[in-house]
């Protein structure tokens, strides 16, 4: 079972990244998919997480109207949009898969991914 997260780097403020959430080793599509993320000192914090099919999405009222978070089943990948980036969404962002769970929670999350770094700059 694995999750990798990609698509982090350094940005400007008001600039965009794409983050993709590749999975193998189980059948994603039976999962929903969460992104979190932490920055230095703080506690994981949800962002987004989509449904198995993808109808359904529940993004954080931090990041509502900025990301936006889609996935292709027939690539085992989740994405998160992040567009008009701002400092405080400096963070190493991580993806995880939930069977049977639809929230906000990391507890309800069965699997992990090593994060990826997003860097904001002012």
């Known amino acids: 079972v694995q999750l990798q997260a990609s698509g982090g780097g350094l940005v400007q403020a008001g600039g965009s990244l794409k983050l993709s959430c590749s999975a193998s080793g189980f059948n994603s599509r039976d999962y929903g998919i969460g992104w979190f993320r932490q920055a230095p000192g703080n506690e994981r914090e949800f962002v987004a997480v989509?449904?198995?099919?993808?109808?359904?999405?529940w993004l954080s009222d931090a990041v509502k109207g900025r990301f936006t978070c889609s996935r292709d089943n027939t690539k085992s990948t989740v994405y998160l949009q992040m567009d008009s980036l701002k400092p405080e969404d400096t963070a190493i962002y991580y993806c995880?898969?939930?069977?049977?769970?639809?929230?906000?929670?990391?507890?309800?999350?069965?699997?992990w991914g090593q994060g990826t770094q997003v860097t904001v700059s002012s």
């Open positions: 989509i449904s198995r099919r993808g109808d359904n999405t």
């Open positions: 995880a898969a939930a069977w049977g769970y639809f929230g906000t929670e990391s507890a309800g999350y069965d699997f």
